[in-house]
Nanobody, 123 residues
């Protein structure tokens, strides 16, 4: 599976961005999809995840209520809608995929990763 993330950019605090991740390969609808981010000098951290059917979503406390994860299995695409952005949201955002199972917040449990897209929020 190959993943290609897009939609990053520069936005002012309080603004919005919508990230997209397209999967190329088989069985997209059977994968849990996750979003992670990594700021300079920091470890990669969990942002959001969505189950294979799209029925359940998970969010980091830091983004809950501001970010929304969705997927379109017909288009092999997952989205991350980011609203009320803050300067501390600045990071490279990665999409990732894995089979269903425990630990959706653990990056080590994901099998495939996209190349990342830069999100910069100015104050």
């Amino acid at each position: 599976v190959q993943l290609q993330a897009s939609g990053g950019g520069l936005v002012q605090a309080g603004g919005s961005l919508r990230l997209s991740c397209v999967a190329f390969g088989r069985s997209f609808s059977s994968y849990v999809m996750g979003w992670f981010r990594q700021a300079p000098g920091k470890e990669r951290e969990f942002v959001a995840a969505i189950t294979s059917s799209g029925g359940v979503t998970y969010y980091a406390d830091s983004v809950k209520g501001r970010f929304s994860c969705s997927r379109d299995n017909a288009k092999d695409t997952v989205h991350l809608q980011m609203n009320s952005l803050k300067p501390e949201d600045t990071a490279v955002y990665y999409c990732a995929s894995r089979r269903s199972g425990l630990g959706v917040r653990d990056p080590a449990r994901y099998d495939y990763w996209g190349q990342g897209t830069q999100v910069t929020v100015s104050s």
